[in-house]
Structures are given as structure tokens and as C-alpha cells.
């Protein structure tokens, strides 16, 4: 089974787990798949990149990768349905660019972004992402009875979203660079660990948490 293969079963696997325990089960569901992803983290993956004896440890791991994690939690548990919601529109947006990318970049990625931290990341699957995920976006909005933002600002949205992924997965390249690793972990086939599917999530994070009453306008319009 060659790598797409293997990206492309996990990523479905992953994404309907997502949007079964984000919309139909109870809140306390995903926030235990979430706990579940930070303590393999925590135990597995982390200490690759930074030994708790350090100083760097100590330094970084409050807010990278505690922080966004701890922001996800509160995004699932908070009582406004609309702040759940944008939870959903994280996973899906950032999920739809890092496919878009590996697909696009894959087949006609040429020019390097970050040659020296990330050889794979070209302009061409950037791009391809973005108008991956612009096509994702628009198909959500439209399964809804009326988009509540405008085609602009819902569109300005995706591509914040698109480029805050994109550098939080170079963040983690360059992570990995340092360690002199491929992937994180092997937990996920065709993805590496959970480092490596949630980059762009814990860095995109912080834009919707510290934005989420205008998000929520936007994408609920409450």
C-alpha cells in the first residue's frame, strides 16, 4: 500500500471520528479523544524533540503544545453551540489544506517554500490547498440554509486559516529538522504521529479562540 493510500484511508477514518464526536455525540466524547491525543504526545512523541531535562523544555511546552490543546478544550466544553461549532470548522478547514497540499504538491510541487526546513512544502501545494479548502468552505456553507457571512469575509477567513496551517506546519518541520526526524510518531499511517495531523490544528487554534465571537458571526451568524 503506497503512502497516498495509506494518508488516504487514515485522514477518513480520522475525519468522520471528528465529525461524529463533534456533532452528534456529547462534548465530553472528543474531549477525551483529545486528552487521549495529548498524553500520546506528552509520553511518545514530545520527548523526541526536547528532553525534559532541559531548559527548552520547560520553555516551550507551556505554549506549544499545551496551550493550543488547552484552547481546543475549551472551544468543545464552552455552552455557546456556536463556539462548538467553530470547533468543527477548525478540523475541517485544516484538514481540507493539508490534504489539498500533499495532493497538489505531490504531483507538480516544484518550488520550495522553506527549502532548508521542509523540502516537500512547495508553492504549488499551497495554492492547491487554498483552493482546496475555498471549495470545501463554500460546500459547507452552502449544505446550510443561508451562508450567514459574506462569500468575502468567509473566504479572507480560509485563507488566514490556509497560511496559519501552513506555518504551523513548517514550525513542526523545523521541529523535526532539529531532532533529525521524519515523522513524530508511526501511530498514523501515511501521517506519521499526531504531531503530524494536528500541526496546522494547535497553531490555527489561536486564531479561532481569540476571534471566535467574530467567527461564530461569520460561520453561525450567532
Known amino acids: 500500500m503506497n503512502e497516498m493510500t495509506k494518508r488516504s484511508i487514515t485522514s477518513t477514518v480520522l475525519g468522520l ?78 484538514s481540507t489544506f493539508d490534504s489539498g497540499s500533499f495532493m497538489v504538491g505531490t504531483k507538480y510541487g516544484k518550488h520550495t517554500i522553506a527549502p532548508k526546513i521542509s523540502p516537500a512544502k512547495t508553492w504549488e501545494g499551497f495554492f492547491g490547498g487554498c483552493i482546496a479548502t475555498l471549495l470545501c468552505m463554500v460546500i459547507v456553507m452552502l449544505s446550510k440554509d443561508t451562508p450567514h457571512g459574506s462569500w468575502l469575509s468567509l473566504s479572507a477567513v480560509t485563507l488566514i486559516v490556509c497560511v496559519i496551517s501552513l506555518c504551523g506546519d513548517l514550525f513542526e518541520s523545523w521541529l523535526k529538522r532539529r531532532a533529525h526526524l521524519k515523522d513524530s510518531g508511526y501511530i498514523l499511517p501515511g501521517h506519521g504521529g499526531f504531531l503530524d495531523r494536528l500541526d496546522g490544528v494547535l497553531f490555527a487554534v489561536f486564531f479561532f479562540y481569540i476571534f471566535k465571537a467574530q467567527l461564530a458571526l461569520i460561520f453561525v451568524g450567532a
Open 17 to 94: 471520528v471528528v465529525w461524529i464526536s463533534i456533532i452528534y455525540l456529547n462534548p465530553i466524547v472528543f474531549s477525551l479523544l483529545l486528552a487521549g491525543a495529548l498524553i500520546h504526545i506528552m509520553w511518545f512523541e514530545w520527548p523526541k524533540f526536547f528532553s525534559i531535562n532541559t531548559p527548552a523544555f520547560w520553555l516551550i511546552t507551556p505554549f506549544y503544545p499545551l496551550l493550543p490543546f488547552a484552547l481546543l478544550f475549551a472551544l468543545n466544553v464552552s455552552p455557546n453551540p456556536s463556539y462548538h461549532y467553530l470547533l468543527f470548522m477548525l478540523f475541517v478547514l485544516v
